[in-house]
């Protein structure tokens, strides 16, 4: 992309050059005066479908703006490029309706871009803005990226890959989450992916979508999070999701964090969490024989 845009602008250039070394006739020998302007710069719009070798910024200017094929090494996809519709004097800001409106949309075309909610891989949503001139210039975008992670717990760092993540979770995938490990941790602050082949005791079960409020900081406001992950759970295994379910498994919610959750992501990663045991394979329509109530 960089080649081709490169020798587009070196053709337009030898061009004009050509045009300059011709012959005068037809012209009164001052150039001055039969040049016309050349018209003002005008706003870009980035193009779905390519990816970028660096990491994803918040706001993207034409000068920073390199596109790469998606063949190449990159570790952010665009999967998505939208329109905002408002007519103010900046960008939207963090926490603005146009911006949740933003992450909406391109939360549902992210998730048909890869075949499945783009939370149930290894991967991150972000919507990326102009620049506060580009927008004063006439850029009204947004663009939806993805990035591949090493991890969606804390300690995430960004992949650098090869190949497009359009239809990445159609069927299996090693960027599925799957069945997870606590290592024992009496509050599953940790969760590490392993084969579910290996000894066990926690499982991703699906994304709960939480209703638009604040961010919950108390107690009250984490409840309808975990009931509904383990509406989420009860359906998974297919087990009846009644008062009974919480005696046959416990259940970890993991939330965006507060930031991502103003800018608009709702959507909230459920496991199932066995306190008292281990298994050795996914527990995925199981049915109550896979889980059992417990006797402790």
């Not at 039969?34 to 479908?49: E, I, N, Q, S």
């Not at 190449?72 to 939208?82: F, Y």
Request: aromatic content about 8%; hydrophobic content about 40%; overall charge positive.
């Amino acid at each position: 992309m960089r080649r081709a845009m490169a020798g587009l602008v070196a053709a337009l250039v030898a061009g004009v050059g050509l045009a300059g070394c011709a012959a005068t006739q037809g012209l009164d020998g001052d150039l001055t005066d039969d040049w016309r302007a050349l018209p003002p710069a005008g706003a870009f719009t980035p193009v779905a479908g390519f990816c970028q070798v660096d990491d994803f910024t918040p706001t993207v200017s034409l000068a920073g703006y390199e596109p790469v094929g998606c063949d190449l090494p990159h570790r952010v996809e665009t999967v998505h490029v939208g329109a905002f519709t408002v007519d103010r004097p900046a960008p939207p800001t963090l926490g603005s309706a146009e911006l949740r409106a933003a992450f909406v949309e391109c939360d549902a075309r992210a998730s048909g871009y890869v075949g499945d909610n783009w939370r149930a891989g290894r991967l991150r949503l972000a919507v990326a803005l102009p620049t506060g001139p580009g927008w004063a210039a006439g850029s009204r975008w947004y663009r939806c990226d993805l990035t591949e992670l090493t991890t969606v717990e804390a300690a995430a760092r960004v992949v650098t890959r090869t190949g497009s993540l359009r239809d990445a979770l159609k069927g299996p995938s090693p960027l599925r989450l799957g069945c997870q490990r606590t290592g024992g941790d009496a509050r599953a602050r940790t969760l590490t992916p392993v084969d579910c082949r290996t000894a066990h005791d926690a499982e991703f079960v699906g994304v709960w979508a939480a209703p638009d409020r604040p961010y919950p900081t108390k107690d009250a406001e984490w409840a309808p999070l975990y009931t509904g992950c383990n509406t989420v759970l009860a359906r998974y295994v297919g087990v009846p999701d009644d008062p009974i379910l919480r005696f046959r498994s416990g259940v970890v919610v993991r939330p965006p964090g507060a930031g991502r959750w103003a800018a608009g992501d709702r959507g909230v990663r459920c496991y199932l969490w066995l306190t008292d045991r281990t298994v050795t394979a996914s527990l995925k329509g199981a049915g109550p024989a896979g889980l059992p109530v417990r006797t402790r």
